[in-house]
């Protein structure tokens, strides 16, 4: 029995090395697809501050667009751009009321 205990100690070490070497390679390959997915929404956020909008104003509270950009909605053919979901479900409840201020 002495004899196979160095050998089932040595087979547990290194059976524990393999496992910390396998949560090591997960924890890095999740790092990088969370760094992959904050680039490609760097790159959508981007990408509409580029777009032609009918105001460079927020149409509910007024915050420049260049500020920051959450989200977007049109109306009468026309792009508004909104800082918040919160200020565009105010538009939406009164689109006309809000672009009768803005003209």
Known sequence: MKKYFPI?????????CHQ??????ATAAAK??????????????????????????DPSCGMPLKAGLEDTTTYK?????FCSKDCKDAFLKDPAGYTAKIK
Do not use: H
């Open 77 to 81: 053919g026309k792009l508004y751009g």
């Open 20 to 25: 910390a070497d396998n949560k090591a390679a």
């Open 32 to 57: 990088t697809d969370t760094a992959a997915a904050s680039q490609e929404a760097e790159g959508v956020l981007a990408s509409l501050k580029n777009l032609p909008f009918a105001y460079n104003r």
């Open 8 to 16: 089932a100690a040595l087979l547990f070490i290194l059976s524990s």
